[in-house]
């Protein structure tokens, strides 16, 4: 469901194929993505999981597996 949302939200900012998204697909070597749209993702996924991500941890992320894994360990403190 993580991943779900978070692709859908990667494919809507940034215009690519679901298809190219998986656990492994990095946001700025291959998504091309800048910290801008990184951003934009983020606060996407914040608004419709209704969590909060803390900056420090956001700024660690560099691919879509680890964002998944960022976005659980929120979601259980919850």
């Known amino acids: 469901m993580i991943f779900d949302v ?5 494919v ?3 215009n690519v194929d679901p298809k190219e998204i998986t656990e492994e697909t ?4 291959d998504l091309c993505a800048d910290s801008l749209d990184v951003y934009q993702i983020i606060i996407g996924v914040e608004d419709a999981l209704d ?3 803390d900056g ?7 691919n ?8 659980e360990k ?3 403190r919850k």
Do not use: N, P, Y
């Open 6 to 10: 978070l692709r859908d939200k990667i």
């Open 12 to 14: 809507e900012i940034l």
């Open 26 to 29: 990095t946001f700025i070597g």
């Open 51 to 53: 969590i909060s991500l």
């Open 56 to 62: 420090e941890d956001v700024e660690t992320i560099s």
């Open 64 to 71: 879509v597996g680890e964002a998944v894994l960022l976005i």
């Open 74 to 76: 929120v979601m259980e």
